[in-house]
């Protein structure tokens, strides 16, 4: 299955900064999918980064809060845009893989950001 | 709406098994997943269900019935490696994965 790097692995941010969160495959892949997944709370997909065209966004999410950019079929970046304590979470990236298969998905081991 | 329930916490006790249950309701069906997930790390894929029926890998299985909307993971041999939350999720007719609020397994020596 993949490898899939991912950073910063956590950080502490203020009030109306943004982030941005790195995420290198080892391989490479059409489809990166950014999910999020708060305190004690399932998998929200917030949406699919496709290589060579505009991301597709999940209800709830939009591209001026959460813009995201994919280079190339090895890497994406996903920004938390003027962040708000809301916004703390951990983001995960992940891709799909022939596993079993199925469309299973590795995940990167996530990006648990804290919002001051 | 597409919806999918599973206990919130189980407990259970090393050495023994335990059965976490998953029921679901979505537009379509392409499959059942099973994940794990310790505190603090990252989802793991544990087992894919398609067709009904039990898939078994290693002290770990997993159940299918479509016609009841529903699956279950079993657990044998409990250790205390396995405390972790455990995700079901399922991918419907637009290959959309639906997950579960996930199942925070609790193990007791």
């Known amino acids: 299955s993949a490898v899939i790097s991912q950073k910063p692995s956590r950080d502490i941010c203020q009030r109306g900064t943004s982030l941005t969160i790195q995420c290198q495959v080892d391989?490479?892949?059409?489809?990166m999918f950014w999910y999020r997944q708060q305190p004690g709370q399932s998998l929200t997909l917030i949406a699919t980064a496709n290589q060579g065209s505009e991301a597709t966004y999940e209800s709830g999410f939009v591209i001026d809060k959460f813009p995201i950019s994919r280079p190339n079929l090895t890497f994406s970046t996903l920004t938390v845009s003027n962040m708000s304590p809301e916004d703390s979470s951990i983001y995960l990236c992940s891709v799909r893989t022939g596993e079993s298969g199925a469309n299973v998905l590795t995940f990167g081991a996530g990006s648990r950001l804290t919002v001051l | 709406g597409q919806n999918i329930d599973q206990p919130t916490e189980m407990t259970a006790t090393e050495g023994a098994i335990v059965q976490i249950n998953c029921t679901y309701q979505?537009?379509?069906?392409?499959?059942l997943f099973w994940y794990q997930q310790h505190a603090g790390e990252a989802p793991t894929f544990l087992s894919y269900n398609v067709l009904d029926g039990l898939e078994e890998k290693g002290r770990f299985s997993s159940f299918l019935s479509r016609s009841k909307g529903y699956s279950y993971l079993l657990l044998k041999e409990l250790q205390m490696k396995d405390s972790a939350s455990y995700l079901c999720?399922?991918?419907?007719?637009?290959?959309?994965?639906?997950w579960g609020a996930g199942t925070k397994l609790i193990i007791k020596p």
């Open positions: 979505t537009s379509g069906f392409n499959g």
């Open positions: 391989s490479q892949v059409t489809m």
């Open positions: 999720a399922v991918m419907d007719s637009n290959y959309q994965l639906i």
